[in-house]
């Protein structure tokens, strides 16, 4: 169903039928993963996402060492929003402690989650980068489990953050499924290796949802954070390209975000925000993209220079405490 041009468009996700805003807010900055970032300004920063159409709040145990739960919960209720008006999805499995898809610690991780978020049950709660456990496990004892907190009522949808190539196995136990950083190629300018398996994941009414549009912040003005673990080569084309867009009047963090978001077949990108201003740029990147469509030139200049590193990726999961 379309949207109003000056609102942001909502997607749905897969066969679930929850309608995801088309730009979800990755709470992960909200554990200090991005820098420290004061409780007044986070829930500034939510209440702004909400005010301006985003509904799709993500977060896990993992980012700040479950710090990102807590302020998001805060947040939320801060709202005073019918719980029906929004959609949070959190994770279980990874911790700060190292990761554990045993059926008993997922369990209690969600009890643990709810509590932190104030919350009686999350929409979507997915399996943390299951590339780092055993598939063996997550199949046979993670989702089993995950099923049951379904049926109690805790969690509404499963899914899971996968990395490349193991996805197919666990593709029949879940609803909606989540991309993992390195494989979020479709959503950022410099890698798109996602691609191909769109079609397959849409023939089994997967929901795809998309993570860092901006490559954890590869793809902005200011550069990414120092832990960010990309090689040297990478970050090097992903500057150039700043500074290509800033030279000509335009912003890397924009485009990507539009490049992101001009894939109908994800449902919601989900990108980092901390501050206020971003959510009004990361609201308006959409708004202008549904009215005026996508910077086609600017677009094939940055693919041009970001060619040489095209779907170079890093080793692991992100360094984030
Ligand atoms: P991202 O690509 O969204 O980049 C975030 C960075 O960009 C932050 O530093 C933020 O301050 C900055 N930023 C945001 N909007 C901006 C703008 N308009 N201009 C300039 N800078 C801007 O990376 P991310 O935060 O890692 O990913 C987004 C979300 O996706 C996470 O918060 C998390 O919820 C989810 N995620 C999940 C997984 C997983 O489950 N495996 C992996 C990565 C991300």
């Known amino acids: 169903m379309a949207s109003p041009p000056n609102m942001l468009e909502r997607r749905e996700l897969g ?3 929850l309608k995801l805003s088309c730009v979800g807010f990755g709470a992960s900055p909200l554990g200090n993963v991005f820098g420290p970032i004061s409780e007044d300004e986070a829930l500034a920063t939510v209440r702004e996402a909400y005010r ?24 939320l209720k801060a709202l005073g929003a019918p719980r029906q008006d929004y959609i949070v999805s959190t994770k279980c499995g990874r911790y700060i402690e190292g990761f554990d898809f045993s059926a008993e610690r997922v369990t209690r991780s969600i009890d643990e989650s709810l509590a932190r978020l104030q919350l009686n049950y999350v929409d979507i709660l997915q399996c943390h980068d299951i590339e780092f456990g055993s598939l063996d496990q997550v199949v046979n004892e993670t989702i089993p489990a995950l099923q049951k907190l379904k049926e109690a009522g805790k969690i509404r949808f499963i899914g899971v953050t996968w990395t490349f190539g193991f996805f197919t196995f666990v593709l029949g136990c879940h609803l909606a499924l989540w991309t993992f950083c390195h494989h979020i190629a479709t959503t950022s300018i ?20 998309a993570a860092s549009p901006l490559a954890m912040g590869l793809l902005t003005e200011s550069g990414p ?8 080569e990478l970050k090097s084309a992903c500057q150039a390209a700043a500074v290509h867009c800033k030279e000509r009047g335009k912003n890397i963090s924009k485009l ?6 001009s894939n109908k077949d994800i449902s919601s990108v989900l990108v980092g925000m901390n501050a206020i201003r971003q959510v009004e740029e990361n609201v308006a990147a959409a708004i202008e993209l549904a009215t005026a469509g996508k910077d086609g030139e600017t677009l094939s200049e940055v693919e041009a220079i ?3 590193v095209k779907n170079q990726t890093w080793p692991s999961g992100i360094q984030q405490r």
């Not at 301006?52 to 947040?75: C, H, Q």
């Not at 954070?225 to 040297?232: D, G, I, L, R, V």
């Not at 990507?256 to 978001?261: N, P």
């Open 15 to 17: 066969n679930t039928g």
């Open 52 to 75: 301006r159409g985003i509904n799709f709040f993500d977060t896990s145990p993992y980012y700040g060492g479950t710090l990102s739960e807590k302020v998001l919960g805060k947040a």
């Open 190 to 209: 410099n890698d798109s290796t996602l691609e191909d398996l769109i079609p397959y994941l849409k023939s089994k009414g997967v929901g795809i949802i």
């Open 225 to 232: 954070p120092e832990w960010h673990p990309a090689s040297p």
């Open 256 to 261: 990507s975000m539009q490049y992101s978001l």
């Open 306 to 308: 970001l060619k040489p």
